[in-house]
Every structure is written in structure tokens, then in C-alpha cells.
């Protein structure tokens, strides 16, 4: 009985944990657009600048050499450019998702920064959606199976040792 109980606050523990990706998804895409945003306009002015100059980006960025500062700025637009590529085909991929192929998606598309901003800001919430309600269930599946699992791992070498004893 204990052990049915103690599997039943497993499967209610990972169906709250689950319950919340939904919601959770939602606001890392929304950091995540404003982070696409943010350095959208950073892009934006660098190629203005060197289309001013009457350069590409790509020899905007080759002029950028010869001090330890240009060398390091060059460095820095480099990756700027590269995550600015990243996060967008990131943010492109989960507004056409909907909630169950953003967990497919999840792992392919976690950016730190913007995944840890969305964790610090986020609250919990009573999934209202089919989404949710879904995730709960699936959550509460996998919590309570896991824990059943790991309670027989523990209990075997008792069990096997009561066999042993009636056995004999």
C-alpha cells in the first residue's frame, strides 16, 4: 500500500513537472523573439554602415584588422551573426510547432541565454489547455512508471532474498 502510494506521488509529481512545458515553451518563444528582435537591429546596422561604406558584410568584416580592438570587434560580430542565425531559424521552426512538436523541437532549439532568462521569469501554472492537460497525463505515465521501476530495482534483492527463504 505504501508503495502504491509512494508510485502514485511520483506520477503526480511528473505530471505537475510535465503539465508546465507547455506554457514554458510558450515564453522561451517569446524571449526568444525578442532576442531575435535585439539582434536583428544590431545586424541591420552593421550592414547598413558597410553598405554606406560601399562594402558587403563578409568585407566589412575583413576591414575590420589591424589593432587588437578591431580583431576582437570582428570576433565579437562574427558570433553575433552566427547566434543571429541560430536564433532565427530556431524562433522559425517553434512559430510553425505547435505544442507537442515544441517538446520534439526542444532540445534542438535551447539557447541558454534566452532559456535561463525564460526560467528565472517563469511561474507555474494550472495547465487549462488540451495541450497541458495532455502533458500532465503523459508526465504522471512516465513519473509513476519511473518510480515503480526504481522501487523494484531497490526492493529486488529483499524480494529475491524472501524467495529464497520460503524456497528452502
Known amino acids: 500500500m505504501i508503495l502504491r502510494a509512494i508510485v502514485l506521488a511520483g506520477g503526480l509529481l511528473g505530471g505537475a513537472m510535465a503539465s508546465q512545458f ?17 539582434l536583428g537591429e544590431v545586424v541591420a546596422d552593421f550592414d547598413a554602415s558597410a553598405q554606406a561604406a560601399g562594402l558587403t558584410r563578409d568585407a566589412a568584416l575583413a576591414q575590420m584588422q589591424g ?13 553575433t ?13 517553434l ?23 525564460a526560467l528565472s521569469a517563469f511561474k507555474p501554472a494550472i495547465p487549462l489547455t488540451l495541450a497541458g492537460v495532455i502533458f500532465a497525463g503523459a508526465g504522471f505515465l512516465a513519473g509513476a512508471t519511473a518510480l515503480s521501476l526504481l522501487l523494484k530495482l531497490l526492493l529486488w534483492p529483499l524480494t529475491g532474498w524472501r524467495q529464497t527463504a520460503r524456497g528452502t
Open 81 to 93: 551573426f552566427d547566434r543571429y542565425t541560430r536564433l532565427r531559424a530556431d524562433l522559425d521552426t
Open 22 to 38: 507547455p506554457e514554458f515553451s510558450q515564453q522561451y518563444q517569446q524571449r526568444l523573439g525578442g532576442a531575435v528582435d535585439a
Open 95 to 117: 512559430a510553425t510547432a505547435g505544442p507537442f512538436m515544441r517538446a520534439y523541437h526542444a532540445a534542438h532549439s535551447t539557447d541558454t541565454e534566452v532559456a535561463s532568462a
Open 67 to 79: 589593432t587588437d580592438f578591431l580583431d576582437r570587434r570582428r570576433t565579437d560580430m562574427t558570433r
